[in-house]
Protein backbone atom coordinates (compact mmCIF):
# COMPACT_ATOMS: atom_id res chain seq x y z
CA UNK A 1 0.00 0.00 0.00
CA UNK A 2 1.00 3.78 -0.57
CA UNK A 3 0.01 6.45 2.43
CA UNK A 4 -0.37 9.93 0.55
CA UNK A 5 -0.06 13.03 2.40
CA UNK A 6 -1.53 16.25 0.85
CA UNK A 7 -0.21 19.40 1.77
CA UNK A 8 -0.05 23.17 0.11
CA UNK A 9 -3.73 24.54 0.31
CA UNK A 10 -4.91 27.97 1.58
CA UNK A 11 -6.74 30.91 1.45
CA UNK A 12 -5.75 32.80 -2.03
CA UNK A 13 -7.44 35.44 -3.69
CA UNK A 14 -8.79 35.21 -7.63
CA UNK A 15 -6.37 34.97 -9.95
CA UNK A 16 -3.82 33.57 -7.44
CA UNK A 17 -1.82 30.85 -7.24
CA UNK A 18 -1.02 27.46 -5.56
CA UNK A 19 0.90 24.58 -5.55
CA UNK A 20 -0.31 21.60 -3.73
CA UNK A 21 1.86 18.76 -3.14
CA UNK A 22 1.25 14.88 -2.26
CA UNK A 23 3.88 12.92 -0.21
CA UNK A 24 3.83 9.35 -1.01
CA UNK A 25 5.45 6.53 1.90
CA UNK A 26 5.64 2.82 1.56
CA UNK A 27 5.95 0.74 -1.73
CA UNK A 28 5.76 1.64 -5.32
CA UNK A 29 4.82 5.32 -5.84
CA UNK A 30 6.62 5.18 -9.26
CA UNK A 31 4.48 2.40 -10.22
CA UNK A 32 0.75 4.29 -9.35
CA UNK A 33 -1.25 6.44 -11.85
CA UNK A 34 -2.13 9.13 -9.96
CA UNK A 35 -4.61 11.89 -9.42
CA UNK A 36 -5.94 14.68 -7.91
CA UNK A 37 -9.47 15.08 -6.62
CA UNK A 38 -11.45 18.12 -5.57
CA UNK A 39 -14.72 18.43 -3.74
CA UNK A 40 -16.69 21.22 -3.39
CA UNK A 41 -19.18 22.65 -0.22
CA UNK A 42 -22.06 20.50 -0.54
CA UNK A 43 -20.73 19.07 -4.60
CA UNK A 44 -19.54 15.48 -5.25
CA UNK A 45 -16.04 14.82 -5.73
CA UNK A 46 -14.28 14.89 -9.36
CA UNK A 47 -11.02 14.28 -10.57
CA UNK A 48 -9.69 17.42 -11.20
CA UNK A 49 -6.68 15.76 -13.39
CA UNK A 50 -4.43 12.67 -13.52
CA UNK A 51 -0.98 11.63 -14.20
CA UNK A 52 0.17 7.99 -15.67
CA UNK A 53 3.31 6.26 -14.69
CA UNK A 54 4.50 7.05 -18.10
CA UNK A 55 4.10 11.05 -17.57
CA UNK A 56 0.98 11.12 -19.57
CA UNK A 57 -1.54 13.87 -18.23
CA UNK A 58 -5.44 14.37 -18.35
CA UNK A 59 -7.34 17.69 -17.18
CA UNK A 60 -10.87 18.40 -16.25
CA UNK A 61 -12.42 21.04 -18.23
CA UNK A 62 -12.21 23.44 -16.00
CA UNK A 63 -8.94 23.18 -15.36
CA UNK A 64 -7.57 22.81 -18.86
CA UNK A 65 -4.66 25.56 -19.18
CA UNK A 66 -4.79 26.82 -15.71
CA UNK A 67 -3.38 23.36 -13.72
CA UNK A 68 -0.76 21.48 -14.49
CA UNK A 69 0.06 18.10 -12.54
CA UNK A 70 3.26 16.59 -12.42
CA UNK A 71 5.24 13.69 -10.49
CA UNK A 72 9.10 13.96 -8.61
CA UNK A 73 9.27 9.52 -8.94
CA UNK A 74 12.57 9.95 -7.17
CA UNK A 75 10.96 12.03 -4.45
CA UNK A 76 7.88 10.30 -4.30
CA UNK A 77 5.89 13.22 -4.62
CA UNK A 78 2.47 14.38 -6.32
CA UNK A 79 2.37 18.17 -7.44
CA UNK A 80 -0.41 20.28 -9.04
CA UNK A 81 0.37 23.84 -9.69
CA UNK A 82 -2.67 26.17 -9.94
CA UNK A 83 -2.68 28.90 -11.57
CA UNK A 84 -5.50 31.86 -12.46
CA UNK A 85 -7.75 30.49 -9.97
CA UNK A 86 -10.96 31.37 -9.80
CA UNK A 87 -14.03 31.38 -6.31
CA UNK A 88 -15.71 27.87 -7.81
CA UNK A 89 -11.99 26.66 -7.40
CA UNK A 90 -12.56 26.33 -3.80
CA UNK A 91 -12.87 23.33 -2.43
CA UNK A 92 -11.17 19.96 -0.29
CA UNK A 93 -8.47 18.56 -2.79
CA UNK A 94 -7.21 14.72 -2.45
CA UNK A 95 -4.22 12.84 -3.65
CA UNK A 96 -5.01 9.40 -4.85
CA UNK A 97 -3.44 6.59 -6.05
CA UNK A 98 -6.53 5.60 -8.67
CA UNK A 99 -5.42 2.14 -9.07
CA UNK A 100 -5.01 0.96 -6.03
CA UNK A 101 -7.65 3.43 -4.56
CA UNK A 102 -6.01 4.81 -2.40
CA UNK A 103 -6.34 8.40 -0.83
CA UNK A 104 -5.16 10.84 1.47
CA UNK A 105 -6.92 13.11 3.57
CA UNK A 106 -7.24 16.18 1.50
CA UNK A 107 -6.06 20.03 1.99
CA UNK A 108 -8.54 22.60 1.52
CA UNK A 109 -8.25 25.92 -1.02
CA UNK A 110 -10.12 28.29 -0.77
CA UNK A 111 -10.13 31.17 -3.41
CA UNK A 112 -11.76 34.62 -2.38
CA UNK A 113 -13.18 36.95 -5.03
Known amino acids: QVQLVESGGGLVQAGGSLRLSCAAS????????MGWYRQPPGKERELVAA???????YYAGSVKGRFTISRDNAKNTLYLQMNSLKPEDTAMYYC???????WGKGTLVTVSS
Open 51 to 57: IDTGGNT
Open 96 to 102: AARDIDS
Open 26 to 33: GSGFSSHR
